[in-house]
Nanobody
Framework: QVQLVESGGGLVQPGGSLRLSCAASDRTFRSSVMGWFRQAPGKEREFVAAIRWSGGNTYFANSVKGRFTISKDNAKNSVYLQMNSLKPEDTAVYYC???????????????????WGQGTQVTVSS
């Protein structure tokens, strides 16, 4: 069973930046899509961004478009979420997820992902 391990969360002031990392424990693991989700207190887990492992196409939620970028490192079997211009409403636990099945359109619901990390807390506050 592959494990996804996130890192890079923390406390940052509004307008600041953070970079989250997600590494798969098995370097031979290959998914079709790697995604980032987040869950704020009292809210449902929501889609943030995703990247296709083959081709590198990226997708973003409207709430983070233009501020967040997602990238991957094939050699390290890792995915990154660069978060800029952070806002207090970005405060949440951020989860890395992997989807095994291929799909024509990007899946943005949590049920479409097979593997999840343990989450990393991001707090945006002055």
């Amino acid at each position: 069973q592959v494990q996804l391990v996130e890192s890079g969360g923390g406390l940052v002031q509004p307008g600041g930046s953070l970079r989250l990392s997600c590494a798969a424990s098995d370097r031979t693991f290959r998914s079709s899509v790697m995604g980032w989700f987040r869950q704020a207190p009292g809210k449902e887990r929501e889609f943030v961004a995703a990247i296709r492992w083959s081709g590198g196409n990226t997708y973003f939620a409207n709430s983070v478009k233009g501020r967040f970028t997602i990238s991957k490192d094939n050699a390290k079997n890792s995915v990154y979420l660069q978060m800029n211009s952070l806002k207090p409403e970005d405060t949440a636990v951020y989860y890395c997820a992997a989807r095994s099945k291929m799909s024509i359109t990007i899946v943005t619901n949590t049920g479409g992902y097979d593997y999840w990390g343990q989450g990393t807390q991001v707090t945006v506050s002055s």
